[in-house]
């Protein structure tokens, strides 16, 4: 069993920041990836980004250059930042633990309960 758990999310005006945080506890050496989903009503949930044990990321093309992962191995955490935000980033983010192999995320069973960025214009 894995639990994770968002924090950061906030209302921001058109171009400014978020960081998004996700605390995972645990049974945790199963995991070797991480990722960011995100959902507006009425439209399934999306894959965002996503950062590996070794480092390695993936961010999808419309938040590549503004959003960027980090990680904290002792904290067992992961950050979202989210830079230069648009309304149209409003949504519910979602953390979910997964795995990685050769470029490739797949989300798992894991999921947090989500925070929510609304970003007005």
């Known amino acids: 069993q894995v639990l994770l758990v968002e924090s950061g999310g906030g209302l921001v005006q058109s171009g400014g920041s978020l960081r998004l945080s996700c605390a995972a506890s645990g049974n945790i050496d199963s995991i070797n990836a991480m990722g960011w989903y995100r959902q507006v009503p009425g439209k399934q949930r999306e894959f965002v980004a996503s950062i590996a044990s070794d480092g390695s990321t993936n961010v999808v093309a419309s938040v590549k250059g503004r959003f960027t992962l980090s990680r904290d191995n002792a904290k067992r955490t992961v950050y979202l930042q989210m830079d230069s935000l648009k309304p149209k980033d409003t949504a519910v983010y979602y953390c979910?633990?997964?795995?990685?192999?050769?470029?490739?995320?797949?989300?798992?069973?894991?999921w947090g309960k989500g925070t929510k960025a609304t970003v007005s214009s």
């Open positions: 979910n633990a997964g795995t990685y192999y050769s470029g490739i995320y797949s989300y798992g069973d894991f």
